[in-house]
């Protein structure tokens, strides 16, 4: 197969992996969110077919989650800002990730699996973030008042993104670097 095909094939795979995942994922409960194991292919796809990919793959994770009811929630409060936030947040996260990788990968792969898998859940949760406070922060604020807690932003840390980002980096973080590593290693051996 030419390097198109390629390309076209392994992307094609990573989508199907990303839909599965999210959709797996949101059976796999971290306090009140579902896990979200999806930035790995992500992060492992950006690394290996480029940019471009990266932001595909955002976007597959991104319509995953509208089309899951992940996010119900935010969707009964503001359906236009739901599907900015969502669908940007994905595609970002892709982006940054697959930018992130061609920027370091001569000086080292593993360097750069590394910093893209810790770029794409900061950026995951940043565009997340930025998203609640453009969107639904008078409904945060509620929520937060609800939850027994007087400030909203400390609410959306703790609340909203807490323990299950930290999880997602840890995961992401490990995961991704060794599996790119691996293929960029395999990859050598068969050349």
Request: with cysteine.
């Amino acid at each position: 197969m030419n390097n198109k095909t390629n390309k076209i094939v392994g992307v094609g795979i990573f989508t199907a992996i990303v839909v599965v995942l999210q959709l797996l994922g949101s059976f796999i409960k971290f306090g009140t969110f579902s896990v979200s194991l999806v930035l790995i292919p992500i992060v492992v796809g950006a690394a290996l077919y480029g940019i471009g990919a990266g932001a595909w793959l955002g976007l597959a994770f991104g319509v995953t989650v509208l089309a899951s009811g992940d996010a119900a929630p935010f969707l009964a409060v503001n359906p236009v800002g739901t599907v900015i936030t969502v669908i940007l947040k994905g595609v970002l996260a892709g982006l940054a990730a697959g930018a992130v990788y061609k920027l370091i990968e001569k000086k080292s792969v593993l360097g750069a699996a590394i910093c893209s898998a810790i770029t794409a859940p900061v950026v995951n949760t940043g565009s997340f973030l930025v998203g609640c406070v453009i969107f639904f922060m008078p409904t945060i604020n509620e929520w937060a008042a609800a939850a027994g807690m007087e400030n909203a932003g400390k609410f959306m840390i703790v609340g909203l993104v807490g323990l299950n980002f930290i999880f997602e980096l840890a995961v992401n973080l490990v995961l991704s670097s060794v599996i790119v590593k691996l293929i960029k290693l395999g990859k050598k051996e068969t050349e």
